[in-house]
């Protein structure tokens, strides 16, 4: 099939790849809520089932459900994508799945489903997917604590991870920050905030103390920021407040900078006597560096030119994905070719809908080449 007759051919599939859009955006799935993103594992299984004939294998990890397929003996090149989404149970029934002209809205279409859907009808219209593997996560927007193991399993020794999170304005992601999330647990002493207060050892002024601190780790000339955003004491107006917790989020361009801010947080000591700090870090992912993207990047804008497509733009963002986990692992990724669209994570995020078959093709054509190579 040629270039162009790919893209004719997906575009036929829009009536179709829509239908499956609203299958998947109507089934909410949450990421911290188990049972919702299982049943979206099984609306998505199903879709796959019909498009490629195949059921996934259903990787479970601490109760959760992930889906993989395996085509073939060997793995070659993997696709990655997420099921999850940040919008709470609920949010459908104020703002449900909608098309409104060339655009389709809806809680999670951008981020991630309508990529689900261009990747499986992707890879259906290919003859062949011996050494393809894909990999649906059910946990990636809050850092992937059980897909991980299961992303590093997948894509180990394969020549190529595509990851289909949705596009940054139509770029190409060819370069994310790492990412760190951190809990500072404080130690005080509770007492009467009347009576004796002289008594107690105040967590939320420690808290403040520590806030301050972490905050001077900022260093945003060179790519770094270091932000406190969730500060929790206290249980009563009247007691002095004997703990406090302040979460961490950090973002870093570089491997050294990510340990710098480490080592920095890790030895905060406390600032009021008889107060303790404790630091835990909750997850994170190292940087993805340009150069684990330029050789595909350059691949995917020379096949973008034979489907007759706009030339490609890259970005690079401060947010991170599962593109992260697997440039740390040293395999070669591309980023962000899932749906174009805009207002990731905001009510009112939307997706092109004609750029829907294009970009779908555009994975084809890289699956398509990268697996005859292998």
């Not at 000591?269 to 560096?289: H, I, K, M, Y």
Request: with cysteine; aromatic share 2%.
């Amino acid at each position: 099939m040629t270039g162009p007759d790919l893209v004719a051919s997906l575009r036929a599939r829009v009536p179709e790849m829509l239908a499956g859009l609203e299958r998947l955006v109507e089934v909410e799935s949450p990421s911290t809520d188990l049972a919702a993103t299982k049943a979206c594992a099984d609306v998505a299984d199903e879709l796959g089932f019909e498009l490629l004939g195949k059921r996934a294998e259903r990787v479970e990890r601490d109760g959760r459900i992930h889906l993989r397929w395996q085509f073939g003996a060997r793995r070659d090149v993997v696709l990655v994508g997420h099921l999850d989404t940040v919008w709470p149970l609920g949010t459908s029934a104020a703002w449900p799945f909608e098309i409104r002209g060339d655009r389709a809205t809806g809680p999670g279409c951008f981020d991630m489903k309508a990529g689900v859907i261009q990747l499986l009808h992707a890879l259906a219209i290919l003859d062949d997917l011996d050494g393809v593997a894909v990999l649906l996560t059910t946990d990636e927007e809050i850092g992937s604590p059980t897909a991980r193991a299961v992303i590093e399993e997948t894509v180990t020794g394969v020549r190529a991870g595509l990851v289909i999170e949705p596009s940054a304005a139509g770029a190409l992601k060819t370069e994310r920050k790492g990412t760190g999330t951190y809990v500072i647990e404080i130690r005080g002493r509770a007492a009467h905030a009347g009576l004796d207060p002289e008594k107690g050892i105040n967590a939320a002024v420690e808290a403040a103390h520590q806030v301050l601190k972490v905050a001077q780790l900022d260093r945003p000339e060179v790519g770094t920021t270091v932000s406190p955003n969730v500060v929790v004491s206290g249980t009563a107006t009247n007691t002095i407040p004997a703990a406090a917790t302040v979460k961490v989020d950090v973002r870093n361009a570089t491997a050294e900078e990510q340990e710098r801010v480490d080592a920095a947080l890790h030895a905060l000591e406390p600032v009021l006597a008889g107060a303790t700090v404790t630091v835990e870090r909750l997850a994170g992912a190292p940087p993805l560096p340009r150069s684990a993207s330029t050789e595909l990047f350059a691949r995917a804008q020379r096949l973008a030119a034979t489907l007759g497509l706009p030339p490609l733009t890259e970005a690079s963002v401060g947010g991170g994905s599962d593109g992260n986990l697997i440039a740390g692992l040293g395999v070669p990724v591309l980023d962000g070719l899932g749906p174009v669209g805009d207002n990731a994570h905001a009510e009112g995020e939307y997706v092109d809908i004609d750029a829907m078959p294009e970009r779908a093709a555009l994975v084809a054509a890289l699956v398509d080449e990268l697996k005859r190579e292998g």
